[in-house]
């Protein structure tokens, strides 16, 4: 017999002691979701998510990356002689009045150093060491020398008149000529493959280019007129 009117129908075999019950098979895509097509219970499994592919380990260490760069825990320790190859070019300084200058009358120093960043080799590999001046050294070759913490500037930009006293100035208490040796004194820092960078102990001094400088006497007298109108006067 069929019992209810449900979808899909059900029917029923009713004996004295017991009843069999069945769904149509007929009408297999109607099954409720826990049966097969026989009707009979079929077992819930749990889904079970996709496992992502694996993926080969690779050592970014190799003969092109050796693993002293590479290997945790070693940290790298850069030190002034590891940069010894990086070297900054020599600036170009000036002095004024010029190649000479008179006694007891300042003397004007000024350093053209400035930041400059040297690419080369560090530890086998690319790398950039960046140089900034934090001193400014003159030996004016009269035993006597200084060390400034700014370049110094021409007389005309610091609105000083000429032979005026600046920050960078000497003054010469002789005449002859004397042989004067600027230094610069510089902080330098590291980097790889245009990382941050990463300060190097201490600070490097280099020398520069020596030169001569002349240094005169000049004496007031009184005179009648120029070297023209009085050849044979006092300095003509």
């Given at each position: 017999?069929?019992?209810?009117?449900?979808?899909?129908?059900?029917?029923?075999?009713?004996?004295?002691?017991?009843?069999?019950?069945?769904?149509?098979?007929?009408?297999?895509?109607?099954?409720?979701?826990?049966?097969?097509?026989?009707?009979?219970?079929?077992?819930?499994?749990?889904?079970?998510?996709?496992?992502?592919?694996?993926?080969?380990?690779?050592?970014?260490?190799?003969p092109t990356n050796p693993n002293d760069l590479c290997e945790p825990g070693t940290p790298i320790v850069?030190?002034?002689?590891?940069?010894?190859?990086?070297?900054?070019?020599?600036?170009?300084?000036?002095?004024?009045?010029?190649?000479?200058?008179?006694?007891?009358?300042?003397?004007?120093?000024?350093s053209g150093a400035t930041t400059q960043i040297i690419a080369g080799?560090?530890?086998?590999?690319?790398?950039d060491v960046r140089f900034t001046p934090v001193g400014y050294g003159w030996d004016f070759g009269d035993g006597t020398s200084d060390t400034f913490t700014t370049p110094g500037a021409t007389w005309e930009q610091l609105g000083v008149a000429e032979f005026g006293e600046t920050d960078t100035s000497h003054v010469y208490d002789s005449r002859g000529t004397f042989t004067v040796t600027p230094s610069v004194v510089y902080r330098a820092e590291y980097r790889f493959n245009?990382?941050?960078?990463?300060?190097?102990?201490?600070?490097?001094?280099?020398?520069?280019?020596?030169?001569?400088?002349?240094?005169?006497?000049?004496?007031?007298?009184?005179?009648?007129?120029?070297?023209?109108q009085y050849p044979g006067g006092p300095g003509c």
């Open positions: 017999m069929t019992v209810g009117a449900c979808k899909p129908p059900i029917n029923a075999d009713l004996g004295d002691d017991e009843a069999v019950i069945s769904y149509n098979d007929t009408l297999a895509g109607l099954q409720p979701p826990d049966r097969d097509d026989t009707g009979s219970a079929r077992t819930a499994v749990e889904p079970v998510a996709d496992e992502p592919p694996a993926i080969p380990w690779t050592d970014i260490c190799g850069i030190t002034l002689n590891d940069i010894a190859s990086f070297r900054p070019v020599t600036p170009v300084d000036l002095t004024e009045p010029g190649a000479w200058g008179l006694m007891n009358r300042p003397v004007n120093f000024v080799s560090l530890v086998d590999h690319p790398a245009g990382s941050s960078w990463a300060p190097i102990a201490g600070t490097l001094t280099l020398r520069g280019t020596p030169r001569d400088i002349l240094i005169g006497r000049i004496d007031t007298v009184l005179v009648k007129g120029d070297c023209n």
